[in-house]
């Protein structure tokens, strides 16, 4: 049984405007298996799982089913064909009940009138959730639920159904260690009853703990599978990265200068008491889980979102934060490239040197009368300097792959006079080329004097690049590691992020106290 | 049980607002709590929660239809113009004339939920048009002029009174059973609320949403082209502009039962309130001396001031919501 | 290459190309609607209609480039209307009626931009309730009364030349116009309409941009009321009760998108051309005037599905 082929791919092809995301990938997925797809952000793990989920359709190559031609019309047609996806980000109704949600579509019915029969919905839905061991009442509202605990439902919800392939594409991103916990054990239950699992995960441990087979994707392509149990980690990262880490996250760490960033018990809406600083010339790296507040908190500095207590000092002076908002922010001096590229950071309908101009409006064109020679100049020299792949200024950004939409966004800070610059999860979605070009880019606004914060779900990301790294848990700073320190590791961050770094406190000294790495206590402490 | 306790938290503090409004029109609103007064409500509040019935249906699923008014007179006038050729109607003529009206709503909403629901165009554009549409056929096919005078026995579908109680209660009362059942109990009501509630959710977990779409406003067509000839059997006329303004009571009364335009919250049980609460303050302006004028701008001031208050109360709401997934309430 | 250009070109001229055709048609099909001996009804048109219709066409365009509607320019025409006329009245004094209507047509602007920027509410719905709001007050000012006498000396100043609307109407679209493409404003509204998000990442102050667009609407609307009542020589409580409708028709036949961040002057100055030839052209071919509101509902509907047909046609050629 366990040699046995459920699915088998061949050939697949997945292009999107501008960038091949995946590029003529073989693979199979074994009966009863669970099978682990690991890359780093941008190798096409996602895409390749979503187009087996009917979320996209192939442009290229065959899928097959237990031998059948497999081509999944929508979501709906892959579930009744047994492939079921847990996606990575929760789509939930909030404003239902756990057990409305798990039935959402098949909710049972009785009598002539085919009333919906709440008892038994709640009946089945209680039962599903005690076999999983999940201690959540039926009649609950998702909205009340945690995070992780919604996760968790979105899991049962899929388990509710048959399947014979069930794709996890990253599920512990948002879980503590309680719930991963229980995740591998009903993973192992599955697995027991002969359904397959795609697993998609960054976290290396885990990969050794429940997988049997493990697939790596690099730039769109299949690099290799292996067993699980007669492969070391060294290995898994040189197919993944397809080089050593060093050469490409090429820093050079500068003594830190000034310190450009401080805050003082910022309270906000996810986070709460947070102390941080910043100095010139640093990479400031966040880590943590999702939805531990990282974003949260940075949107707050930005004036994106209101904060609710405790103090900003940008380069020692107090930032009003009753008053802060955006267009203050950038004023300041502070850039931001957000998380959610499409929705936040670019206007994908308009032109790139529309995208590019939009910052430095201000600053430019001090009294309102726009110049349309120094727009066109700007966006030029933002795409020169960028080396963004593009014929012309003119063409719309829609157009462009991920990489080059991100570089627009950066370009679009450059023209502006920053010296603080946030990126949120500035390679999700990028293919390699650009992620190195971008890591130089941090690099270089390191090297000459700006202070950089990085928010990555990728810790190799983290711990090449980063200075510092701060951790987050529950909207709280849990830890703070320099890249000094011998407990910057994978582990030990991880630890920080999902346990509040209890496990292995005794490993080391206290974070907050590591003092090589302050800033020079420079004159403009005055406020302070 | 549970879900008893559920509707009731759902009807909002609004309805505290409201109730200083109603207890001001006890002692200043002279008449207002006499029985043929309070009969009056009852019959105004009928064929507005029919209607509203239909609104409430398409601001749980997220979206609006503002061509009731439209569809309401195009239809009442459709159906009037039919009945007035019987000089006697019997009950088949008058059974026919409200499957006229209804037929009228009927096509609306199809229209309406075809371009909305299937082709994704921007419902407030096309419920506006379909508005006009309706307004402007209205005109059209009685050349501007108002009907009246109707037989008696199609009057006394919502004019007479049953068990003293007028007959337009009891029409309304078993409109609103069915469509309390539907909304509540069916699958087709759980799917709206999904809809309304995530549409992205709602379509992964196998929910036609096109097809709930197009059913919530060919509900909405069909029941406010039943309002519309209800509307004229209860008050003798016709006329191209008879039903202008019912959107926004209906929206009003929506809102005020507690369905906010976020979409898959509220529902019907509180929509019955928010109708007799809206009928009860036009009927107490009325009372107080307002000329229509005043009424208007009274009405129109207050419809915006509670979805300010809808609005600034969900914020807070969501607010404390994200508070208490990180449980920051324990701290 | 050179298909793909022709047909954008073709797309950008297709409106005027739909104009011409149907003046053509009218021309052809019509002995009244334009001939070598009746120039009288398209020189109507041109000085007497669509400056308000062009006006009102451009106020909408501002609202709908930041995805919104104005439901409520047809009740503020009649309060300010209302308003100037009883200044003018009183005092017979014009400039003096001139201002109060830009202080009143502010004043609603800046009510329904706070609104809309504050509070959050959409935009359909705030300009609804305030349309109920503005023509209540309207009714209770005049109570169905009209106003006749404005003194001696204000028709005069804007009927003395034929050409007068004409030019103040072509001097606030090139304003708009300017405003629209050439100012830090403009740019910020087109970001706004796109993207508010992106928008306010990009340090534009999205709410100042609404209140300030709801500004220069009601300063627009209170400087066409005051043309109208001089055009028409009433002030009554119940005009304007088409005009959000054919505003909006017209903006949408001109091109400009409901899905915001798109739309220029131009579009509206041939929308409404399109919406006067054809809604003047139907009277002439004997269509009873009832019809016209079904028909202007109908366009809304055309129109919008003809813009999505329109984006799947077009190509992108730089």
Redesign the interface.
Known sequence: MQNEILLEMKNIRKEFPGVVAVNDVSMDIRKGEVHIIIGENGAGKSTLVKMMAGLYKIDGGVMLLEGQEYKPAN??DA?RQGVNIIHQEL??????TVA??VF????P?MGP????D?KKMNRQCRELLEGLGIDIKP?TMV?????AQQQMVEVA?AISTENKLLIMDEPTSSLTQKEIDNLFRITRQLKSQGTSIIYISHRMQELMEIGDRITVMRDGCYVGTRDADDIEMSELITMMVGRTIENVYNRTYNEPGKEMLRTEKLTG??F?NVDIHVCQGEIVGFAGLVGA?RTELVKAI?G?DQAEGGKVFLEGKEINLSNH???R???KGMA?I?E?RK????????SIK?NI???C??DK?PN???KNDVIKETAEQGVKELKVAT??I???VF?LSGGNQQKVVIA?WLATNSKLFIFDEPTRGIDVGAKSEIYGIMNDLAKNGAAVIMISSDLLELLGLADRVYVMK??EISGEVSHEENVFTQEYILSLGIEGGKAVEHKSPSAAESGPKDCQKGGNHAAG | MQQVKEKLKNIPGLIWGVLVIILVFIFFAKGFTKYQNILNILSNTAILLIISCGMTMAILSKEIDISIGGVMSFAGLGGALFITRFENPGIPAIILTFAIGTGIGLCFGLFNGVLIGKYKYNYWLITFATMSIGYGAAQVINGGNVVSGFPKAFRNVADSKFLGIPTVVWVALVIVMIMLFITYKTRFGMHIYAVGDSEQCASQSGINVKKTRILIYMLAGMLSGFGGVLLVAKTNSAGPVAASGYEWNAIAATIIGGTSFEGGKGGLAGTIIGALVMSMIINGLQLMGFSNYWQQVYKGAFILLIIVVDVISRRKKKKAALRRVYKYDEC | MTNAKFRNLFMKYSRLLVMILLVVFFAAATKTFWGPDNWGNVSNIVLQQAPFTILLAICMTLVIVLKGFDLSIGSAVALISCVAGMVLNKTYNPWLAILAALILGAVIGIANGILVAYVEVPTFIVTFSMQWILRGIAMVLLGGKQIYDFGPTFRNIFTSSRYTFLILMAVIAILMALLLSKTVFGREVYATGTNQDAARMSGIRVKRVYIMAFLINGLIIAFTSVLYIANLGTAEPIIGENFPMTAIAATLVGGTAVSGGSGKVSNAVIGSLIMLVLTNGMIHLGVPSEWQQVMIGAIIVLSVVAERGMQKISVETV
Do not use: Y
């Not at chain 1, 909205?143 to 995070?147: A, F, M």
């Open positions: 979501v709906l579930q789509s939930m109704m909030q404003n239902r409305q949600n959402v579509g098949r909710e019915v009138l085919r009333m919906v709440n009649t909205k009340d639920l945690s995070i919800k809406l996810r709460r507040g930005f994106f908002s955006c267009n922010a950038i004023q931001m957000s959610n929705t936040e950071g670019l206007f994908i309908n308009m529309d101009v939009q910052a409006m201000f064109f309102g009368i726009v014929t012309s003119e063409k719309k157009n679009k529950d909207g």
